[in-house]
Nanobody
């Protein structure tokens, strides 16, 4: 599976963006998908994850209520809708996927994902 993230850009505080992660491969619907981000000089951190069925999601506390992860298996795409953006949301955002069975206790761990996209930059100006 190859992942291609897109949709990043420059937005003002309080604005919105929708990131997309397009996947190649016929088995996309079997993959749990996650979004992670890495700000300059910081560790990569978990943002959100969605199960293969789309029925379960996980969010980092810092984005709960503002971000929504979803998927469209017909389009082999997972989305991250980001609202009420803050300067601290500025980072390179990465999508990731894995075929392991969904486990909400580990869905936030980057080492649980085998496939990674190249990242898309989100900049939130104050």
């Amino acid at each position: 599976v190859q992942l291609q993230a897109s949709g990043g850009g420059l937005v003002q505080t309080g604005g919105s963006l929708r990131l997309s992660c397009a996947a190649s491969g016929r088995t996309f619907s079997a993959y749990a998908m996650g979004w992670f981000r890495q700000a300059p000089e910081k560790e990569r951190e978990f943002v959100a994850a969605i199960s293969w069925s789309g029925g379960s999601t996980n969010y980092a506390d810092s984005v709960k209520g503002r971000f929504t992860v979803s998927r469209d298996d017909d389009k082999n795409t997972v989305y991250l809708e980001m609202n009420s953006l803050k300067p601290e949301d500025t980072a390179v955002y990465y999508c990731a996927g894995d075929q392991r069975p969904w486990n909400p206790r580990v869905a936030s761990r980057s080492n649980e994902y085998y496939y990674w996209g190249q990242g898309t930059l989100v900049t939130v100006s104050s």
